[in-house]
């Protein structure tokens, strides 16, 4: 074993929520020790400023460029990071001088690994002059660049969490924005890829029809119908057919075809077609899971961890069951992966994002 590093994971991701704050200690391979966490809400005017800059970012041809609202929003984002940072060390009674490194995801406003596009809203090199901490940021660019897919990155710190289960193949289930899979096998054998919609669709369709940022529990879903036909039309996109490794971005979906349905009607339709793109994803794996292992938002949702049990074979549990804390485990993966970049260790491989090698990534920024 290595000499454990102490650091901080950062995560919004492609949920437009807030930032997971996490510390971890780890050598960036087997041993990891988890530390406190806590999440922090963005401000309504912030959520309004993000729904606006998805849309700006969509005619970016430069990823640097920062047009209109962009840049604001960034400065904003990278501010409201190093806020977080200092509300979370002061809570949790830890000496910024005792950690060595920040792992900042940063806000996802595009994704398109077909135009080597990936955007994350966050400036590095500033939130490491605020905090005085040293902060590993973009850690998805480089993959992008070298013809990967430069999503899902949490894999390999997936791997290190199944070290600790008893029986394999398992499958851990991100649900977020976008839901991803990583499944492992005996030896570390590792494959992921986005299987499709996780939270966005519900999350727009409740914000556009209930005026509520999500469905709690699923409780409106609960109280409505899947409608097979739109289900079925949802389940028609080619990209169900691509083979691994593949990522998509926030808005590659359409809820098209439950525009006419009831609140209810839309929220179940849109539900399932969650839990059947997970199911679906299975057609891919080289064995089937014995345990389904979920985290993320979704796994609060009861309908759709309902709707998931009834598409697969085995457990679906939620990431608790296993003593983790679901909501925190991508912050944790970015503050693993910031581990692994400063030590030159890979953090993606062919068989998670598709690139030709495994490698590292990440822009290390070093504080003042």
């Excluded at 996802?108 to 077909?114: G, I, K, R, Y």
């Excluded at 090199?125 to 901490?133: D, E, H, P, S, Y």
């Excluded at 492992?184 to 556009?208: K, Q, V, Y």
């Amino acid at each position: 074993m290595g000499k454990l590093k102490r650091a901080l994971g950062l995560m919004s991701g492609t949920s437009m929520d807030g930032i997971d704050v996490a510390l971890l200690e780890t050598d960036g391979d087997r041993e990891v020790r988890h530390g406190p966490a806590a999440s922090y809400p963005y401000p309504p005017e912030i959520k309004v400023g993000l729904r606006a800059a998805l849309k700006e970012a969509r005619a970016l041809k430069d990823r640097a460029d920062r047009p209109g609202d962009l840049r604001r929003i960034e400065l904003a984002l990278t501010a409201l990071n190093a806020e977080a940072v200092g509300h979370f060390l002061q809570a949790n009674g830890i000496d910024p001088g005792s950690v060595d490194l920040i792992g900042y995801h940063g806000q996802t406003v595009l994704h398109d690994a077909a135009r080597a596009m990936t955007v994350q809203l966050g400036d590095g090199a500033a939130l490491a002059q605020r905090t005085g901490i040293d902060v590993v940021f973009d850690l998805r660019a480089a993959d992008v660049a070298a013809g990967g897919q430069g999503a899902p990155l949490v894999p390999v710190y997936h791997r290190a969490l199944a070290a600790q289960l008893s029986e394999l193949p398992a499958a851990f289930l991100n649900i977020g924005g976008v839901a991803n899979v990583t499944w492992i096998g005996e030896g570390g054998r590792m494959l992921a890829f986005d299987t499709g919609p996780g939270n966005a669709l519900i999350d727009d369709w409740m914000l556009a029809h209930a005026n509520a940022a999500h469905d709690a529990d699923g409780a409106r879903a609960a109280q409505g119908r899947v409608d097979e036909d739109a289900l079925k039309a949802l389940l028609t996109n080619g990209y169900f057919g691509v083979p691994p490794p593949k990522s998509l971005d926030r808005d590659d979906f359409s809820a098209a075809p439950v525009a006419k349905l009831s609140v209810e009607d839309g929220a179940a339709t849109l539900t399932a077609f969650t839990a059947a793109a997970i199911g679906k994803a299975r057609e891919h794996m080289p064995r089937e899971p014995r345990t389904w292992i979920v985290c993320g938002g979704g796994r609060k949702n009861k309908t759709l961890m309902s709707m998931l049990a009834a598409r697969v074979q085995n457990a679906v549990v939620p990431a608790e069951a296993l003593g983790l804390n679901g909501d925190n485990i991508e912050a944790e993966a970015w503050a693993y992966m910031a581990v692994r970049a400063v030590l030159k260790l890979p953090i993606t491989f062919p068989q998670t994002t598709g690139v030709a090698a495994p490698m590292t990534g990440g822009v290390l920024a070093q504080a003042p």
